[in-house]
């Protein structure tokens, strides 16, 4: 009876309730007032129409747009209505105005002239032009001497996480998108604790949507009676809103300022497999030290600072040589970026796709999701094609059946023109990953899907000729012993029923 009780009055059901009061209210006016419908209906399809202008003129991606327009087109009366609850993803005035200063400040940061991008260009233009793209689009300067290890499982970034985090002495800062108390979580809090008892700046801010099954209600000011600053990121209330697009997926720990992890790991147990979710759970993340660590702190003060209102300096944060004893030397360039939503700049896939065609060699990918537009699908073709050797790496076990059908539905055009699809066989791979000629690497937080490439907060670590490229190539290849190949048969041999279902789904994938 408890736990009906608890369920009943959980968050998301009583969020849930108030959505549907408010679609209740709205259709009973139009019960109520059915004698002036037809004035209604006017304005909405009017409203419709300057919608539909408005995303065929607008900037958005092609297929982000189709899906937009069928419902509109199929439901003129609503579809606008929704287009512009839900579509949008932009700053009102008011935050604008609050986020100014961060912006400001971030632009500060960034060197009138990078020497390191400039060693870059005459050893390599061709990487010197992708990293400039970034430094530009994403405020992020590109760095050299850092040091980085590829992290191939959740276990063991879990293990050398609390290690670093036993060893701060000034500040951490944890950044995730998901937190649930278990073994993970309870073992990085009771550190956590301990640590700003003694006087550590310890905060932790978490994305509300993605922690809402997994936290309870305000947890923000249970960590904060521990001692931990807290906040939550885009609080989900119970209005229809468009701010529900905006999450914070981003998955990001400093320590000191001179040490820094990210990847797909969340803070939560499936993914060390301390319970089995989905089969294994199978996931990666990166171990940074030195100066490539910045691009993570300013990230992170940054949300931060919006989140909470205030706006704080943020050198001294900023890494030191000589902090956290000796970085490797010589290790090839780092460059940690962050994507965002809201400056209509889609950085993570254009890293992706400049990865793609710079590929001489070949490509290979881990992503949960294949959930791609047309230019990516259009970038793998054109790279099998030309004789580079393209594989990627999905789930066999969906944590999602109808995501997991979409990206099923992309094989078949794919594995025609070459790419070799694979699918790990023991669960569900969650990691994020390129690897490109021995040279790139991508390691980090963004998915191959519509909602980590245009619609939430993403981060991600792009290297070049560093040691950890090809501990990213020979943790893929090590997996592929695990994987089932997709052959074309496999693709063909699919039942029209559920070939059929899974094209209705490709058409509303940017939804999704």
Not at 97 to 117: G, Y
Not at 174 to 199: C, H, N, T
Not at 227 to 250: E, Q, T, W, Y
């Amino acid at each position: 009876m408890k736990k009906m009780v608890r369920m009943l009055f959980h968050r998301v059901v009583l969020v849930g309730a108030a959505i549907l009061l408010q679609l209740a209210l709205l259709v009973v006016m139009l019960v109520r007032f059915e004698r002036y419908f037809v004035y209604f209906y006017a304005v909405c399809f009017l409203l419709s129409l300057v919608v539909v202008l408005g995303i065929i003129n607008g900037r958005s991606n092609p297929g982000y747009k189709i899906a937009w327009l069928i419902p509109i087109l199929l439901f003129p009366i609503f579809g606008g209505l929704f287009y512009l609850m839900f579509g949008q993803n932009h700053l009102s005035r008011r935050e604008r105005k609050k986020m100014a200063p961060l912006r400001e400040e971030v632009h500060q940061l960034l060197p009138a002239e990078n020497p390191v991008l400039r060693q870059l260009e005459e050893e390599s233009p061709e990487a010197a032009n992708q990293a400039r793209y970034i430094e530009k689009w994403a405020y992020a300067p590109l760095t050299k001497d850092s040091f980085s290890e590829f992290l191939p499982s959740g276990e063991s970034k879990f293990e050398r996480m609390k290690a670093e985090l036993e060893r701060a002495e000034r500040f951490i800062f944890l950044e995730y998108f998901i937190i649930e108390p278990g073994v993970m979580w309870d073992s990085i809090l009771e550190i956590l604790v301990r640590k700003a008892a003694q006087g550590v700046d310890v905060r932790v801010m978490y994305d509300d949507l993605g922690s809402i099954m997994t936290l309870p209600y305000r947890y923000d000011r249970q960590l904060e009676q521990l001692g931990i600053k807290s906040c939550v990121f885009n609080p989900f209330v119970p209005v229809l809103s468009s701010r529900f697009n905006n999450r914070d997926h981003r998955k990001i720990c400093v320590v000191d300022g001179h040490t820094g992890f990210t990847g797909g790991i969340n803070l939560a147990d499936e993914y060390i497999n301390a319970y089995e979710k989905h089969g294994r759970w199978k996931d990666s993340a990166i171990l940074l030290r030195g100066p490539a660590v910045d691009n993570l702190t300013v990230m992170f003060l940054t949300v931060w600072d919006f989140t909470r209102g205030e706006t704080e300096d943020f050198a001294p944060y900023l890494y030191e040589a000589g902090q956290g004893g000796p970085v490797s030397a010589g290790d090839g360039y780092v460059q940690t970026f962050c994507d965002s939503p809201l400056d209509d700049e889609a950085v993570g896939e254009t890293v992706y796709l400049n990865l793609i065609n710079k590929a001489r060699r070949y490509v290979y990918i881990t992503t949960p999701y294949l959930i791609i537009d047309n230019e990516m699908v259009t970038a793998l073709c054109i790279a099998a094609k030309s004789g580079v050797d393209v594989r990627i790496i999905t789930p066999h076990i969906a944590d999602k059946w109808y995501v997991h059908a979409v990206t099923r539905a992309y094989y078949e055009s794919l594995v025609e023109c070459g790419v070799r699809i694979y699918e790990y066989t023991p669960g569900f791979i969650h990691s994020k990953t390129f690897s490109v000629d021995d040279e790139y690497g991508v390691v980090g937080t963004i998915n191959m899907d519509y909602r980590s490439l245009y619609l939430h907060f993403e981060c991600a670590a792009w290297l070049y000729r560093t040691r950890s490229v090809l501990q990213i190539k020979e943790e893929f290849l090590r997996t592929l012993l695990e994987c089932q190949e997709i052959t074309l048969d496999d693709c063909r041999n699919v039942p029209w029923p559920k070939k059929l279902g899974r094209a209705c789904l490709r058409a509303f994938a940017p939804l999704m």
